[in-house]
């Protein structure tokens, strides 16, 4: 029963198509990644639906036996499902990440997989601080509850 | 005993293969969560106080229509209606024996296809009604007015009246 539970959990998990390339070689020990912190936007007065938000809760540490780069793709989950709800659009949302290396300061959210970290050795630990910024959100055809934000964080060695 | 050890062995050797093979140590995900609480605010965004000077016989005879003389704007995150209402029955000011109602003033949503009501001192439906309320949103609306004492009020130039506007969703 345990055994079966793993499994489903594994294939509900809709990633999106994997960047390329994206090597997976060496083993979990000296190869994985830890993403840390919560983030929650919120709004705590009518300006602060005009104004963009940025928080930098989220860290993620890769170790890694080659050369990598991190992506992100992010997908609105939650209330976006009611019939009656407009979801907030995925461009809404901006990532930037520190030891970015080579990759853009900056990327709008998407569904698809977007670079925002590379690293060109390897590493016994890199930490990413990821800043993720809410822009205005004020035409107000969203309705009032939580929505969620599911990132899809992703290491590939090249 | 030597067969159930073996059993057991059995069983959890696939569950080792299981666990290693969806190990998902390089590709993680994580949620944000974006609080969007209840938003219904009305701003009166031009044409907060409106003068009427009848300051002309023609005036008096036809009264002085007000168009586009306020705009209100609107951010509702629930389906929304806005109701429009005097403060009092009657004007403050002129002579107390001969108050002056609320109902000279008329008042409709901008635009010549509309007709104009009388104002009173309940809610009336300015826009969307409460059984048939308008989308989430933001916007405005203008609204003019025409206000027509006549003959019947003595004169004075401290006539004041307070409207007041309210945005719902229930």
Known sequence: MFILSLGIEGYTQTEPALPSPCL???????????????????????????????????????????????????EMTGLSSSSTNTPIPINTFTVSATNRGTAPATITLSNSYLEVAQFGTKTNGLTHVLTITRNALNNFVQAPGTHTLTLHIRYCQY | MKNSLRL?????????????????????????????PTVLDLEVSSGANQIADFNQTSK???GIELLGATTLTYKSNKAWFITIKSSDANFTGGVAETPMPA????????????????????????????????????????????????????????????????????
Request: net charge neutral; hydrophobic share 35%; with cysteine.
């Open chain 2, 60 to 62: 008096i005879d036809n």
């Open chain 2, 103 to 170: 109902s000279i003033i008329k008042f409709r949503v901008n635009g010549s296809g509309n007709s104009y009501t009388p104002l009173t001192a309940s809610d009336q439906s300015l826009v969307a009604t409460m059984g048939s309320k308008y989308p989430r949103g933001t916007g405005t609306t203008i609204i003019d007015f025409h206000i027509n004492p006549g003959y019947i009020y003595p004169p004075a130039d401290n006539y004041s009246l307070q409207i007041i506007y309210t945005i719902s969703n229930l």
């Open chain 1, 24 to 74: 997976n070689n060496g083993n979990t020990k000296q190869n994985n990644m830890t993403v840390t912190g919560t983030t929650t936007f919120t709004f705590n007065t009518l300006t602060d639906f005009s104004n963009s938000e940025s928080l930098n809760n989220i860290t993620v540490e890769v170790k890694s036996s080659e050369n990598y780069r991190l992506y992100i793709a992010g």
């Open chain 2, 8 to 36: 057991l062995f059995f069983v959890l050797l696939p569950g080792f293969f299981c666990v290693d093979a969806f190990s998902q140590t390089r590709y993680l995900t994580k949620t944000v969560d974006i609080i969007v």
